[in-house]
C-alpha cells in the first residue's frame, strides 16, 4: 500500500516527524528497548547492534516519508531487506510482524510529544497518514520475509539433492558427506531406514500413503524418482500395513548412512515391478523378477538384518533351526523331516514357527526357501 495523497503529508505531520529526525539515535534507543521484550525477539541472537541499526534506519525512512523529505520507494527497499535478513537470522514471521507493528503507537507518540498543544486535534486527523506509511512498512517487510524464505527453499532443495545424488547415486563413501547430509536431511548416522519409492505412475497413491503415515515427512525426488526415507524406530505396525498396500518399492532396512546408496538403488529397482495398485514390491517377494547376480550387495545388507534375529539366539538353537529348515528344503516334507531328525512332528512345527517369527521366512513357501538360500548364502551359513 502506497501513499496516493498528492498533497504530501500535512504541514503538522511534517513538522512532527522532522522534530522526530533530529533526536534519531535516542529514538532508536527507545524503540530497541521495546523490541528486546517481545516474544522472539528477546530468544533471538541478533546482536544489540544490528537491532539499533535496524531500527534506526527504519525509523528514518519513515519518518523521511511522512516529512516529506523521502520517497516511498526508498522505505520499500528497506523494509523489504529487513524482511530478507530477518528471515535469514530465523526470527519467526509472527514475532516479526508483532515487532514492526509496535512501530505505530511506538512512532505515533514520538511525534505526539512533538506535537504543540494547540495543534493536537490536527494532529489527530492525520492518524491515516501516519498508519498508512507503517502499514506500507509492515506489509514490504512481510513480502521481503516471505521472498527470502522461497529462496532458502530453492536453496536447500538444491543442495539437498545436490547430497542425495552424491550420497545416493554416485555412492560417494566420505564421513563428511555422510555427516552433513545427515545434518540437512535430519537424519542420523547410525539409524535405521527404510527406502520406500513410488512405482512409475503411482506418484499420488505413493504421496497418499506417505502423507497416512506421517504428513510432515520430507518427499524427495532424484533422477524422475519419488521416494522418501522412513525411521525405523518411527514405523508401528499400522504404517507398515499402509506401505504393504500402496503401490511402492520397499528395500530392505538400511543401517547407517553408507547403506543408503544400496537401498536407494534397490527399492527404485523393486518400484518398477509393482504388480498394481494395492501391493507393495519388496525383495522378499520380488527377488526371483531381479536380474541374476545383480544385487550381491543388497543380499548381504538384507542378511544381516533379516537374520540377525536367528542369530541372536544361543548356538545351539541356531543349529537346532537351521538344520530343521535345510532338511524341511530338501525333502518338502515335515513328517519326513522329523523322521530323517528324530524328532516328533510337533516338534518340528514348533521349530518352523520359531524360526518364521525370527526371521520373517516361511521354509515351507518356495520363495521364501529360495530367498532364504540366498541369504543364508551371503551370510555364509548355507551348509
Same mark, same amino acid.
Given at each position: 500500500?502506497?501513499?496516493?495523497?498528492?498533497?504530501?503529508p500535512?504541514?503538522?505531520?511534517?513538522?512532527?516527524?522532522?522534530?522526530?529526525?533530529?533526536?534519531?539515535?535516542?529514538?532508536?534507543?527507545?524503540?530497541?528497548?521495546?523490541?528486546?521484550s517481545?516474544?522472539g525477539?528477546?530468544?533471538?541472537?541478533?546482536?544489540?547492534?544490528?537491532?539499533?541499526?535496524?531500527?534506526?534506519?527504519?525509523?528514518?525512512?519513515?519518518?523521511?516519508?511522512?516529512?516529506?523529505s523521502?520517497?516511498?520507494?526508498?522505505?520499500?527497499?528497506?523494509?523489504?531487506n529487513?524482511?530478507?535478513?530477518r528471515?535469514?537470522?530465523?526470527?519467526?514471521?509472527?514475532? %516479526?510482524?508483532?515487532?514492526?507493528?509496535?512501530?505505530?503507537?511506538?512512532?505515533?507518540?514520538?511525534?505526539?510529544?512533538?506535537?504543540?498543544?494547540?495543534?493536537?486535534?490536527?494532529f489527530?486527523?492525520?492518524?491515516?497518514?501516519v498508519?498508512?506509511t507503517?502499514?506500507?512498512?509492515?506489509?514490504?517487510?512481510?513480502?521481503?520475509?516471505?521472498?527470502?524464505?522461497?529462496?532458502?527453499?530453492?536453496?536447500?532443495?538444491?543442495?539437498?539433492?545436490?547430497?542425495l545424488?552424491?550420497?545416493l547415486?554416485?555412492?560417494?563413501d566420505?564421513?563428511?558427506?555422510?555427516?552433513?547430509a545427515?545434518?540437512q536431511?535430519?537424519?542420523?548416522?547410525t539409524?535405521?531406514?527404510?527406502?520406500?519409492?513410488?512405482?512409475?505412475?503411482?506418484?499420488?497413491?505413493?504421496?497418499?500413503?506417505?502423507?497416512?503415515?506421517?504428513?510432515?515427512?520430507?518427499?524427495?525426488?532424484?533422477?524422475?524418482?519419488?521416494f522418501?526415507?522412513?525411521?525405523?524406530?518411527? %514405523?508401528?505396525?499400522?504404517?507398515?500395513?499402509?506401505?504393504a498396500?500402496?503401490?511402492?518399492?520397499?528395500?530392505?532396512?538400511a543401517?547407517?548412512m553408507e547403506?543408503?546408496?544400496?537401498?536407494?538403488?534397490?527399492?527404485?529397482?523393486?518400484?518398477?515391478?509393482?504388480?498394481?495398485?494395492?501391493?507393495?514390491?519388496?525383495f522378499?517377494?520380488?527377488w526371483?523378477l531381479?536380474?541374476?547376480?545383480?544385487?550381491?550387495?543388497?543380499?548381504?545388507?538384507?542378511?544381516?538384518?533379516?537374520?540377525?534375529?536367528?542369530?541372536?539366539?544361543?548356538?545351539q538353537?541356531?543349529?537346532?533351526?537351521?538344520?530343521?529348515?535345510?532338511?524341511?528344503?530338501?525333502?518338502?516334507?515335515v513328517?519326513?523331516?522329523?523322521?530323517?531328525?528324530?524328532?516328533?512332528?510337533?516338534?518340528i512345527?514348533?521349530?518352523?514357527?520359531?524360526?518364521?517369527?525370527?526371521?520373517?521366512?516361511?521354509?515351507t513357501?518356495?520363495?521364501?526357501a529360495?530367498?532364504?538360500?540366498?541369504?543364508?548364502a551371503?551370510?555364509?551359513?548355507?551348509?
Amino acid at each position: 500500500m502506497h501513499i496516493e495523497d498528492s498533497a504530501g503529508p500535512s504541514v503538522v505531520i511534517r513538522q512532527a516527524a522532522e522534530a522526530c529526525l533530529s533526536g534519531l539515535p535516542g529514538l532508536a534507543d527507545s524503540y530497541v528497548q521495546e523490541l528486546s521484550s517481545l516474544t522472539g525477539y528477546s530468544e533471538s541472537n541478533i546482536p544489540r547492534e544490528d537491532l539499533h541499526r535496524t531500527a534506526a534506519t527504519a525509523l528514518k525512512n519513515m519518518l523521511g516519508v511522512l516529512a516529506g523529505s523521502a520517497d516511498s520507494g526508498g522505505l520499500q527497499a528497506v523494509s523489504e531487506n529487513i524482511g530478507r535478513r530477518r528471515a535469514r537470522q530465523g526470527v519467526p514471521l509472527d514475532s %516479526l510482524l508483532r515487532a514492526v507493528r509496535l512501530d505505530f503507537p511506538f512512532l505515533w507518540q514520538a511525534m505526539r510529544v512533538q506535537v504543540p498543544a494547540a495543534s493536537q486535534a490536527a494532529f489527530a486527523d492525520e492518524v491515516v497518514s501516519v498508519w498508512d506509511t507503517i502499514e506500507t512498512h509492515v506489509s514490504n517487510v512481510q513480502a521481503g520475509y516471505i521472498a527470502e524464505l522461497a529462496d532458502m527453499n530453492r536453496e536447500l532443495e538444491t543442495e539437498q539433492t545436490y547430497l542425495l545424488r552424491r550420497l545416493l547415486v554416485a555412492a560417494v563413501d566420505d564421513p563428511g558427506l555422510h555427516s552433513h547430509a545427515a545434518a540437512q536431511l535430519g537424519l542420523t548416522l547410525t539409524g535405521r531406514y527404510l527406502v520406500v519409492a513410488a512405482g512409475p505412475g503411482y506418484g499420488p497413491e505413493f504421496r497418499s500413503a506417505v502423507r497416512a503415515i506421517d504428513p510432515r515427512i520430507r518427499l524427495h525426488s532424484l533422477d524422475g524418482a519419488e521416494f522418501v526415507l522412513f525411521e525405523d524406530a518411527a %514405523l508401528t505396525a499400522a504404517h507398515r500395513n499402509v506401505l504393504a498396500a500402496a503401490p511402492v518399492g520397499v528395500a530392505p532396512f538400511a543401517v547407517g548412512m553408507e547403506q543408503l546408496s544400496v537401498m536407494w538403488k534397490l527399492a527404485t529397482r523393486l518400484a518398477r515391478l509393482v504388480p498394481g495398485d494395492g501391493t507393495a514390491a519388496t525383495f522378499a517377494g520380488q527377488w526371483p523378477l531381479l536380474p541374476d547376480g545383480q544385487f550381491a550387495e543388497e543380499l548381504r545388507i538384507a542378511a544381516s538384518g533379516q537374520l540377525d534375529g536367528l542369530f541372536s539366539q544361543p548356538e545351539q538353537d541356531v543349529d537346532y533351526l537351521l538344520q530343521t529348515a535345510f532338511r524341511l528344503m530338501s525333502t518338502g516334507s515335515v513328517s519326513k523331516t522329523a523322521s530323517a531328525l528324530f524328532c516328533h512332528r510337533n516338534t518340528i512345527l514348533n521349530r518352523l514357527r520359531r524360526f518364521t517369527a525370527l526371521t520373517g521366512l516361511d521354509p515351507t513357501l518356495p520363495d521364501d526357501a529360495g530367498l532364504l538360500r540366498l541369504l543364508l548364502a551371503a551370510r555364509g551359513r548355507l551348509s
